[in-house]
């Protein structure tokens, strides 16, 4: 079990996040048109796998904006958006926001995600929840990258995850 904090309460989590050189663990996600993915649905493809808790926060927002900013620079890449929000919220969001550069997709239909890829909030208020991380891959779904934010609030290292795909 890991451990990250929320305001400095500590939230546990379950699952281990992929570890660069690893293959990726097996995903099924579910996206804005409700239908299910793989990572096969990205072959050739390297996958900057953006998790967050949910786009109706502020953090989240922030991410999900920035990543769809930097994805326009990024060739044969995918940003994947990944929360338990249902898949409608997700479109919603993306649309009022005008972002076109990444996908989002959903854990609602397969929570098994959460802790195959070790990002399952658990034990506390935010169980169901995935926890702030950002898993890159290149087009083989070999781990590039890898970082279980460390408090809830923060954003991601934006420049570590995008360093690798350079």
Known sequence: ?????????????AGTLPAKDQAAPKMTLTNTELQ????ATYAG?????????????PTCAMSTRRFNE???????TVVLVVSAD???????????EGLDNVE???TFRHPEFRED???ALCNNSMEGLCARAVVVLDADNRVLH????SELKNEPDYDAALAVLS
């Open 117 to 119: 890829w070790g990002v």
């Open 146 to 149: 890898s970082e279980l934010v």
């Open 86 to 96: 249902l898949p409608f919220a997700a479109k919603r969001f993306c649309g009022a």
């Open 1 to 13: 079990m890991q451990q990250i904090t929320r305001a400095g309460e500590p939230l546990d989590v």
């Open 104 to 106: 989002t997709l959903s």
């Open 45 to 57: 493809k390297r996958k900057v796998l953006n998790i967050i808790p949910s786009v109706d926060t």
């Open 36 to 39: 299910d993915v793989t990572l």
């Open 70 to 76: 930097l994805a326009s620079n990024l060739a044969d």
